[in-house]
């Protein structure tokens, strides 16, 4: 892994972790709480600023941030009559619905981020598939274009990569159509036994060419060189269009996000192994190194989906957890008690160290130890 991978995953982090903390920090600020501390990362703290009655801290684990408010955590000093539990700035003594705002705010945020992103790649001209019901009549000079590869496939070990715009595919002296992606898929479908030659522009438009062999496994009953193949072209869009394919981006994430969490947790049901379908830091950053080869709208998308990621694990109603202080609040505005703060914070401790021990194990795995 690259100097500049780690480089670039470490500023997305600061990004997203910054971006979600100060949903918290600005939610406290608007219900009137007060804001003890702003963090980036966990202690031992490297380099802080105190400006007002916030303390803005840059910490030495880069692995999140928080935002410390006043009577959140039922500390010795709600015991004082001057106290938190006496004190309308408080976080406790705030309304159901301030709390829950501002518990929920950085979700709020990230998904925010990750919209304004779609939104902002949407402007001007963008790369769509002459299939889209929408816009795909209006496409202009549509290319072949590699959108997925597969895995140690032949395509993947040739340095075939998502992004790639086929020239040309020759095999036995015959050269496919590539006028559509039907066509150039029957073409390779008919010569899966005989070597292919083909000449493409890498995402970064470096001219290529590569000799492959279609291999068996990749998919059912034939042969296959691991490519998913689209015809895709520009489209100019409107500031209005724009808003609307960014809205609908987002949505389709968010959609497919919620459905690959809902085969993940249903995996675990059944007992089954979901470590191949998760991802930690190192895997991340890996992801992040390859990503920024195909530019930095690739680059962008990337930083959408996993600011998406972080506001759905985020609102899992488990301890540690936003969704897990979001349940409490709930909890205690039906019963219209407060959860004696001892066993949360059991709870809560109990969580972090889960949720440390599984980001342990993801590691290695990612690591490849």
């Known amino acids: ?16 972790v910054i971006v979600h903390e100060f949903g918290h920090f600005i939610a406290a600020k608007l219900t009137g709480m007060r804001v003890d501390e702003f ?19 840059f910490n030495a684990t880069p692995l ?7 009577g ?52 001007g001209e963008v790369n769509i598939s002459v299939d889209d019901i929408e816009y795909g009549s209006r496409v202009k ?4 274009v590699v959108t997925e590869v597969s895995q140690e496939s032949p395509a993947y070990r040739a340095g075939i990569v998502p ?22 898929v029957a073409f390779i479908a008919a010569n899966q036994n005989a070597f292919f030659d083909i000449t493409f522009l890498s995402p970064d438009s470096i001219k290529k060419q590569v000799t492959v062999a279609a291999v068996y496994g990749i998919v059912p009953d034939k042969k296959a060189l691991g490519v998913s193949l689209d015809m895709v072209g520009n489209v100019k869009l409107t500031a209005g269009e724009a808003i609307l394919l960014g809205v609908e ?20 049901f059944k007992g089954e192994s979901v470590l191949e379908s998760l991802s930690g830091p190192v895997g991340i950053a890996k992801i992040v190194g390859e990503t920024s080869s195909y530019g930095y709208i690739a680059l962008l998308t990337l930083v959408a989906v996993l600011s998406i990621n972080l ?12 969704g897990g202080r979001i349940l409490v609040v709930l909890i205690e505005s039906v019963i219209r008690k407060k959860i004696p703060f001892v066993y949360y914070a059991w709870l809560n401790t109990i969580g972090f160290l889960s949720l440390l021990l599984l980001l342990i194990v993801v590691t290695i795995k990612d690591i490849g130890l």
């Open 249 to 268: 981006r987002t949505y389709k994430m968010t959609e497919l996000t919620l459905v690959g969490l809902t085969g993940v947790l249903t995996s675990l």
């Open 163 to 184: 992004g790639s715009i086929l020239l040309s595919i020759v095999s036995q002296k015959k050269v496919a159509n590539i006028s559509s992606a039907t066509s150039a």
């Open 311 to 322: 506001a759905i694990f985020n609102a899992l109603p488990l301890p540690a957890l936003d």
């Open 72 to 123: 959140e955590n039922g500390s010795d000093d709600d015991k004082k009559e001057d106290g938190a539990s006496h004190h309308p700035r408080a976080f406790g003594n705030k309304s159901t619905w301030a709390k829950f705002f501002v518990l929920s705010a950085g979700v709020i945020m990230n998904m925010v981020l990750a919209l304004i992103i779609f939104i902002g790649i949407s402007f």
């Open 39 to 57: 963090a980036f990362g966990f202690p031992p703290r490297l380099f802080g600023k105190k400006i007002g009655e916030t303390m803005y801290a």
């Open 141 to 144: 000079n549509p290319s072949l």
């Open 1 to 16: 892994m690259s100097v500049s991978a780690i480089f670039l995953f470490i500023v997305i982090l600061i990004v997203l």
């Open 64 to 70: 999140g941030g928080y935002v410390s408010i006043w």
